[in-house]
């Protein structure tokens, strides 16, 4: 089909139209403009142009809508057929460029808006659009993964290679939107993320978001007090630094006790400084840099098997530190 979409025009102050005469610059024109369209989609004075077929086999609601007669003084514009939307322009305008456009959108190497999934979410369950709900969990599940192992990747992978890019200023409304949808399996890393803000920014909400970037006064106390266990479960962690103990496999007991005490003496202070608690899920890579810690192999390898089978205890209990467990199941069964 051959792209006949023309550009935005500027936004002007009209008057309201009315249902027996709508006037024809009433509307702005929307981003979606089709001109063999026979349907237009109204949302906050902004008209789309759409195809009826198209919105019908996607839609089951405007599969059933379009399947009632519809009376003959309905409203008209631009010689079609007008449906009045209650929804923001802007989500409506995301959904539509989803649906046209998805190649475009959905694209790997070009990333996709955390809005434009958000949208997608809350219209796709409000009309029935399966396929898109779909696919937008999919999308969110990537940035918030029910394992650890997929965590990890997220944590470590480039912003060129993400399908979304995971801001932290996403994190509270990512929660809501589960909490609205009941996708509780975004919950528990979600609420992870979200830990991470400072008091001011749990009440408030990251700087320049909306009312959707609020978290209920329960969420934010899950939040702090999820804080403070994973702050613990952290300190748990560096234990063997603490200690100075070398392994039970240790070849070298004196030379690695003696590796372990400088680490505790020069780097063990700044670990235990509060910083973003996400943190408590981070990975000891400094144990795998050769060289970095004096430890012997058999001890690195030995501290950082225990410290991995820790982190995946502190992963496994995240519906417990949030109190969570009434609401999911965690860590989910993955088949």
């Not at 990747?153 to 993400?162: A, P, Y």
């Not at 509780?184 to 909400?205: D, I, K, T, W």
């Not at 702050?231 to 007991?253: G, I």
């Not at 235990?272 to 050769?290: C, G, H, I, K, V």
Request: glycine content about 4%.
């Amino acid at each position: 089909m051959e792209d006949t979409r023309i550009s935005k025009r500027p936004r002007t102050d009209v008057s309201e139209p009315t249902k027996e005469n709508p006037s024809e610059s009433a509307y702005e024109q929307g981003l979606v403009w089709w001109e063999d369209g026979n349907l237009v989609l109204v949302a906050e004075y902004v008209a789309f142009r759409i195809h009826k077929s198209m919105l019908a086999r996607k839609s089951q609601i405007f599969c059933d809508m379009f399947s009632i007669p519809q009376p003959s003084n309905s409203d008209q514009y631009d010689g079609c057929p007008v449906v009045h939307m209650s929804d923001s322009a802007k989500d409506v305008s995301h959904v539509l460029s989803v649906l046209y456009d998805s190649e475009k959108y959905i694209d790997p190497k070009e990333g996709i808006d955390f809005d434009v999934i958000a949208a997608m979410l809350k219209l796709g369950r409000k009309y029935q659009m399966d396929q898109l709900v779909n696919l937008a969990v999919t999308l969110l599940q990537t940035l918030y993964p029910p394992t650890l192992f997929h965590y990890d990747k997220v944590l470590t992978v480039t912003f060129s290679g993400r399908r979304v890019a995971r801001k932290t200023s996403h994190h509270i409304s990512v929660l809501n939107l589960a909490r609205r949808f009941e996708l509780h399996q975004l919950l528990p890393p979600a609420f992870l993320a979200c830990s991470q803000f400072s008091y001011q920014e749990l009440v408030n909400g990251p700087p320049g978001n909306g009312e959707e970037s609020l978290l209920s006064r329960a969420d934010i106390a899950r939040c702090l007090t999820g804080r403070v266990q994973l702050r613990a479960r952290w300190m748990r962690r560096l234990e063997f630094v603490q200690l100075t103990t070398p392994s039970v496999w240790c070849n070298y007991p004196a030379r690695c006790r003696t590796a372990l005490e400088i680490w505790k003496k020069e780097h063990l202070w700044e670990f235990l400084q509060p910083s973003d608690t996400e943190n408590a899920m981070e990975n000891f890579y400094w144990l795998d840099r050769p060289g970095t810690t004096g430890l012997c192999e058999l001890c690195t390898r030995f501290f950082k098997d225990g410290d991995r089978k820790a982190r995946q205890q502190t992963w496994n209990s995240l519906a417990q530190i949030f109190d969570l467990e009434d609401v999911v199941e965690w860590p989910p069964q993955i088949e």
